[in-house]
């Protein structure tokens, strides 16, 4: 039932479900908008959350999906992505290419698909979970569920 969920969580669980994803989207008591708020609150280590970071690349939104045990190397990623540059994007170049806040960033639910980096480090998880399209909202899934829901490329970011 996701009649509960805010809206942008109920585009999120649809393209779960899309995706043949079964994981329930979970809505917390505070916000999680950070990779250690979410851990504290999951009770989890904060290297199986998978922030959902959104850069501008080349012109365009790219989004990585990296362990929150680390932070993106945007200058290492360019090159090995063969891209000019990686910047992080503004909150309203976020809000535009997702439909969602910063803080609540979800792998998946936005207006149109977006160019997806995995983290390889994610691997290292049998559970990870990710923003439910706002800051109050998480999911668990697999590493290859993330894979699959995002249409990503695995690739190291650090």
């Given at each position: ?84 540059s990686i910047k992080r994007a503004?909150?309203d170049q976020v809000r535009e ?21 995995v983290d390889e480090d994610l ?36």
């Open positions: 039932m996701t009649a509960h969920l805010p809206a942008r969580s109920r585009l999120v669980h649809d393209s779960l479900r899309a995706a043949g994803i079964a994981g329930d989207i979970v809505v917390l008591p505070d916000a999680a908008s950070t990779a250690a708020l979410a851990a504290q609150a999951l009770g989890v280590e904060v290297g199986a959350i998978a922030n959902s970071l959104v850069f501008w690349s080349d012109g365009a939104p790219l989004l990585v999906m990296t362990s929150g045990a680390h932070r993106v190397d945007t200058a290492a990623l360019a090159a090995r992505l063969g891209r000019e503004s909150a290419a997702t439909g969602q806040a910063i803080g609540g960033v979800a792998p998946t639910g936005h207006p149109a698909p977006l160019v997806t980096i691997a290292g998880h049998p559970e990870i979970w990710a923003a439910g399209g706002t800051p109050h909202t998480v999911f668990a899934l697999t590493f290859e569920e993330l894979v699959r829901v995002t249409g990503g490329t695995v690739a190291k970011v650090d």
